[in-house]
């Protein structure tokens, strides 16, 4: 009966090895179909279920399996996934750039404890501050990795280097950058190479503000290279750029006088002259003759025609007097009382020198040796129609000879050819120069059909030419109240005036040439 027993036991025991190893040869081919990923897992079961076949086989035979409570073994397949896991963990954080940092900073020289007692000594690993925060923080707030280094180095390059700039002393940090803890200085090896010390971004970003004398410097570059592009020489260009520069401080320092006419000398040769050039020398071509009958120096009355629907005669011939002649006088123009009256051009009128045509006036300027025009043909003259062109009109009552009798001056003719064809009168329009107040209201090729081109002159070839003088003075004051006289003087003026046009006249070759 016990050798039955026996044998149906060893018989179980078998069984039991064979089912063992039947089942762990199934689950190394399921392992084997399920991959490499499933390997670890697998095995764990494996073992497991080894260890269990075991420890029943060394179990006495006959024991009885009993309900009661027995020791649980931990759950080793369990702990070895969590190993798994905690594995992966390192690895990806052996591949973060910073840890690597970390790890080669753990790998630099150490530092020996001096004050360690006699023995083996302790070494101490230096570890730079980001890599130990990195290293005991946790993976949520891990730094992201730093970008590539540029060719300037940064604030925390010069740092690490021991290169430190100092600050201004009244740099001041307010708000979030007051309450921020300062960082500990790394501890650099003796050896590691020094960098040369970096600007700081204040110096970098500091920019001058150009003085003036940059400012000029630029101005009159500009101004050489303008004068070149128009063929105009620099000097010249210069010399009145400096001009224009000194009148401006001159009338904003109020360094000018004005005579008790409103004469402003200062404007007129800085300003007025100036403006009016162009159309003297380019547009009308004006050419000068007999300049030389004009006294140097004291009174004279200059007496010519009026022509030209806008009296551009008058100021053309303020232009000849005083850039043609050697001693460069200004001519007193006397005006009527409608130029006078005109807001703008008045002002302008008595600033250049112009005073209303009275003999009280003209004797005055006369008697101070200051040389006047007179224009006697007036609005007569300068509306006369373009058929009536180069035919003067009556002189007046002679005012302009009785002055020149009272102060002895003498009176010289002027002749001006050219101002006729700047606006040809072709028409007046009566009605609307009587709703507006004016002499006439002209109608010329180009006024009203252009509209405002129709202001523009046409470009006409002048001459003025200044005839001898007519001398007063051996007549005396008392002259000027014999009627007669003064006729007779009117009328020789006048008559070589028109003689004089109608000479130039057959000189010119054409209107425009």
Not at 5 to 14: D, E, F, H, I, S
Request: with cysteine.
């Amino acid at each position: 009966m016990a050798t039955t027993t026996k044998a149906a036991t060893t018989k179980a025991g078998t069984t039991k090895a064979a089912t063992a190893k039947k089942s762990a040869t199934t689950a190394t081919a399921a392992t084997k179909a399920a991959g490499p990923g499933a390997t670890a897992k697998k095995a764990a079961t494996t073992k497991a279920a080894a260890k269990k076949t075991t420890a029943k086989k060394a179990a006495p035979t006959g024991a009885t399996t009993t309900p009661t409570t027995k020791a649980r073994a931990p759950r080793r397949g369990a702990l070895a996934a969590g190993a798994a896991r905690a594995s992966g963990e390192r690895a990806k954080r052996r591949s973060t750039p910073l840890l690597a940092a970390t790890t080669a900073a753990t790998t630099a020289p150490t530092m020996t404890d001096s004050s360690a007692p006699a023995g083996p000594r302790e070494t101490i690993p230096v570890v730079p501050p980001e890599a130990a925060a990195v290293t005991t923080g946790s993976s949520k707030h891990r730094p992201r990795p730093r970008p590539a280094a540029k060719a300037v180095p940064s604030r925390k390059a010069v740092a690490r280097s021991g290169a430190r700039t100092a600050r201004p002393a009244s740099t001041r940090t307010s708000g979030a950058a007051a309450t921020r803890p300062a960082r500990a200085l790394k501890a650099v090896p003796d050896d590691a190479p020094v960098l040369a010390a970096v600007p700081t971004p204040e110096a970098t970003t500091r920019t001058v503000a150009p003085g003036v004398e940059e400012l000029l410097s630029a101005g009159i570059a500009a101004v050489r290279a303008a004068a070149q592009a128009a063929g105009i020489s620099a000097e010249d260009v210069e010399r009145h750029l400096a001009s224009m520069l000194s009148y401006v401080r001159r009338r904003l320092t109020g360094d000018y006088s004005v005579d008790e006419f409103g004469f402003d000398e200062d404007f007129t040769r800085h300003f007025y002259l100036p403006v009016l050039r162009p159309l003297y020398r380019s547009w009308f071509r004006v050419e000068v003759r007999g300049i030389e009958n004009i006294p140097a120096t004291g009174g004279g009355l200059v007496v010519a025609n009026h022509s030209g629907t806008i009296a551009m005669d008058s100021l053309m011939t303020q232009v000849a007097v005083h850039d043609e002649h050697p001693a460069h006088r200004h001519l007193r123009m006397l005006g009527a009382d409608l130029v006078f009256q005109t807001p703008v051009v008045g002002q302008i009128a008595r600033k250049s020198g112009s005073t209303l045509a009275a003999n009280p006036d003209a004797e005055r300027l006369l008697s101070n040796g200051e040389l006047c025009g007179v224009w006697p043909e007036g609005f007569k003259g300068v509306g006369k129609p373009f058929s009536e062109r180069y035919k003067l009109q009556r002189f007046g009552r002679g005012g302009f000879v009785s002055a020149a009798l009272r102060t002895g001056a003498p009176i010289i003719p002027c002749s001006i050819v050219g101002a006729e064809e700047i606006y040809p009168i072709i028409g007046n329009m009566k009605a609307v120069a009587r709703l507006l107040g004016a002499p006439y209201a002209p109608i010329t090729p180009t006024w009203p059909l252009l509209g405002p081109l129709g202001l523009v002159p046409l470009p006409s070839k002048w001459i003025i030419e200044f005839g001898s003088p007519v001398e007063t003075a051996d007549l005396g004051p008392a002259a000027a109240d014999d009627p007669m006289l003064v006729f007779d003087l009117t009328d020789q003026v006048r008559e070589t005036i028109q003689q004089t046009l109608y000479s130039l006249l057959m000189q010119r070759r054409s209107v425009f040439f």
